[in-house]
């Protein structure tokens, strides 16, 4: 009898261990579940604020955009001014290479009258003016022929007057005309320096623009990569949700299975005892899962000596029949030199001549065809020669 006693003891225990053991791990993976549940919560939350951030960024490119239309509005502007101030400065380029001409014309002008005029006063050396006068009047012939003479008098000293006044008005006008000149190219200084003034806002504007795009762009790109990242998190979150479901349905079925057993092993007890069933618990409710879709987001030489403009021609020592300067340089074995030909009479030779976009040059020769505001600037060979043509160009006498 004490046996059977202690026989239905120990069943007994068996059957209120077995629910105890079951509500302990039940409860073991309900708090895994309710720590997953609580981890998939603040993913969620986290991939919402990702999301707003990534609304706002959206909302500052559009932002941005505008301001990138306005920016190429004004970028198209700037362009159309500098078309404008290079139109302007072609233009004033013109003006001066035009008062260089007409002021190599006067002086050629210039220096053939100072020959004419040399003459005259030669002439005037050996006779007094006035007593030049009296002789011709005086050996007249006739009274016929003295009114004659008297005429031509006349106009011989209306002639000499007439070159004295056209002589001073060109001089007069090629200093009026190299005013001009400084005055336009002071001009165009300041054109070149407006001009350099809006490349360098169109530039600056152009910079802003693409720092600005690329910021954007890349907060933009990182907030998608954390949304990303945040959406893993909970796919990874709501992955071990469904596993640990999963083991409390199959902790649920095996805790089914045991009672069966040990419902069918107490049938077989012949004898009469008391005995609490097994009571499972109920099982969890599933938890919601909210599903968040992730939005797809998308210096000129000091002006102190002479000045003048002369038309300049390019020649090499290739050009040359003789290799040999009026002054004795060798232009083939000296190709490199800075040598200019001039006319003597305008600019003396063996002198230094500063020559506008030439250099300082030795006036080492001189030419048939160079006569008057010409001169022949040496270079190396026939392409540089024919690279540099013909130009109306600034020079300096130095010395």
Sequence with gaps: M?????TFATLGILLLSLPISYVANAESTKDTLHSAEEQLKQSQQTILQKEKEQQAVQEEISSLQENVQALESEISQNQQGLAEVE????????????????????????????????????????????????ETLVNSESLGNFFERIGAVATLLNADQKILDQQEADLKQ?????????KQEQLLISQQAELEAKRATLEENRQKRNQALVAMQSKFTKLASEINVAEQEKSTIQSQINSIQAKIKEEEA??????????????K??????????????????????????KEEPSKPSNSRKEMYVTATAYSH????????????????????????V?????????????????????????GAIIGHKIDVLMPSSAHARQWGRKTVKIIILD
Excluded: C, F
């Design 318 to 341: 290739e050009d040359t029949a003789s290799d040999l300067t009026y002054l004795g340089y060798n232009i083939k074995k000296n190709p490199n030199m800075k040598l200019i030909a």
């Design 2 to 6: 004490r046996a059977l006693k202690r």
């Design 174 to 182: 090629i200093e009026e005309d190299k005013k001009e000149i400084d």
């Design 254 to 267: 095996a805790a089914k299975a045991r009672s069966v057993e040990l419902a069918k092993a107490k049938a």
């Design 269 to 294: 007890e012949k004898e009469k005892s008391v005995a609490q069933p097994a009571v499972a618990p109920p099982p969890p409710s599933k938890p919601a899962s909210n599903t968040v879709t992730k």
């Design 343 to 367: 006319d003597p009479g305008v600019i003396p030779l063996g002198s230094k001549v500063w020559v506008e976009g030439y250099g300082v040059a030795v006036a080492g020769d001189t030419g």
């Design 87 to 134: 139109g302007k400065i072609e233009e004033i380029q013109q003006i001066i290479q035009q008062k260089k001409e007409e002021i190599v014309l006067l002086q050629d002008k210039v220096y053939a009258r100072e020959g004419i005029m040399e003459k005259r006063l030669v002439a005037l050396q050996h006779s007094d003016h006035t007593t030049i006068v009296i």
